[in-house]
């Protein structure tokens, strides 16, 4: 068996362009479909910072007791005095923060109606505090 060897100590002179090609044809892929994606825009609609300090309003602390009983910043309420007192909390220039504090054994009916008076009369804040 013979080989036929050429040794041919030429120096290759030509680039093999295809990878070079592959690359440049992905790139150009990548920047066909990101380029849409980056130009597209979103209108947002953003708060305007006032220059003045406001200050908070003193949140509301209302109680509802297992037996019904409801308690607004310590002193006792009956519904009817609730509905004025929200009615009088929803027309300061400033609402405060309705805090209910339901106890344990509290009846789902009692904060349910808390929470309807108040959103009737207009809160616009109501938060729930723990149960204890």
Do not use: C
Not at 13 to 31: E, S
Not at 43 to 71: C, N, R, W, Y
Not at 72 to 93: C, E, F, H, K, Y
Not at 122 to 130: F, T, V
């Amino acid at each position: 068996m013979a080989f036929s060897v050429r040794a041919s100590h030429d120096v290759m002179a030509q680039i093999n362009v295809t990878p070079l090609v592959d690359v440049m044809l992905v790139l150009l892929i990548i920047f066909m479909i990101s380029a849409p994606i980056i130009t597209h825009k979103t209108k947002l609609d953003l708060p305007q910072g006032s220059s003045h300090f406001t200050e908070a309003a003193t949140p509301i602390h209302l109680a509802v007791q297992a037996d019904g009983a409801m308690f607004w910043n310590g002193t006792p309420v009956s519904l009817d005095q609730l509905r004025t007192q929200l009615a009088i909390a929803a027309t300061q220039s400033t609402q405060p923060a309705l805090e209910i504090d339901a106890a344990d054994g509290a009846a789902y009916e009692a904060v349910a109606r808390v929470l309807a008076e108040a959103k009737a009369q207009g809160l616009a804040r109501i938060d729930m505090l723990g149960m204890h």
